[in-house]
């Protein structure tokens, strides 16, 4: 089964960027779809944003959608989420997670996704 271990979160103030990061083990990351959901405190994990094996396509939220962009590096196994313009109610904890799934309608769906990380927790102060 693929590891994956999430980095990069932290407090930041409103109006501020982080990028995160997650890096999976295994050799078939370049052809495994990946995706970012999020869950704050009382609330459902949802997602955030998701990334082809290639890199070719990219789905994100309409919450974070002009603010937060997925992208990947398959030389490094690692797949990164810019976030930029960060408001306080993007205060969650972040994981990574992978798929095997290939429909492209089914990457929003945290019910899509077979492992996950452990989460990095990002603070967004007002």
């Known amino acids: 089964q693929v590891q994956l271990v999430e980095s990069g979160g932290g407090l930041v103030q409103a109006g501020g960027s982080v990028r995160l990061s997650c890096t999976a083990s295994?050799?078939?990351?370049?052809?495994?779809?990946m995706g970012w959901f999020r869950q704050a405190p009382g609330k459902e994990r949802e997602f955030v944003a998701a990334?082809?094996?290639?890199?070719?396509?990219?789905s994100s939220a309409d919450s974070v959608k002009d603010r937060f962009t997925i992208s990947r590096d398959n030389a490094k196994n690692t797949v990164y989420l810019q976030m930029n313009s960060l408001k306080p109610e993007d205060t969650a904890v972040y994981y990574c997670?992978?798929?095997?799934?290939?429909?492209?309608?089914?990457?929003?769906?945290?019910?899509?996704?077979?492992?996950w990380g452990q989460g990095t927790q990002v603070t967004v102060s007002s």
């Open positions: 295994g050799r078939t990351f370049s052809r495994t779809n």
């Open positions: 990334i082809t094996g290639s890199g070719t396509l990219t």
């Open positions: 997670a992978t798929t095997s799934t290939q429909i492209l309608g089914r990457l929003t769906y945290r019910d899509a996704y077979d492992s």
